[in-house]
């Protein structure tokens, strides 16, 4: 999925593992750079701006690509 960012897939998978492998889940709250995130988000339901722009940026970047490189018949 190129065009979403990472932050749901993230969420997914603890969820996930929350219910299936606690310990799995545990082990992505304590990873160093995306523990910060999760642990934000379970606590104050809250995504960073700067993430939030990334993901932004990102999307209309690949938008742009699509854009530019599709052949419209």
């Not at 897939?9 to 593992?17: D, I, K």
């Not at 990102?58 to 419209?72: D, E, F, N, V």
Request: hydrophobic share 45%; glycine share 4%; charged share 20%.
């Amino acid at each position: 999925m190129p065009l979403l960012p990472t932050t749901p897939f993230l969420l997914v998978a603890l969820w996930a593992f929350a219910r299936g492998a606690p310990d799995l889940a545990d082990k992505l709250r304590a990873h160093p750079k995306y523990g910060p995130y999760i642990r934000d988000w379970e606590d104050r339901r809250a995504i960073p701006r700067k993430a939030k722009a990334a993901s932004v940026v990102m999307m209309s970047a690949s938008w742009t690509g699509l854009a530019l490189t599709s052949h419209s018949t």
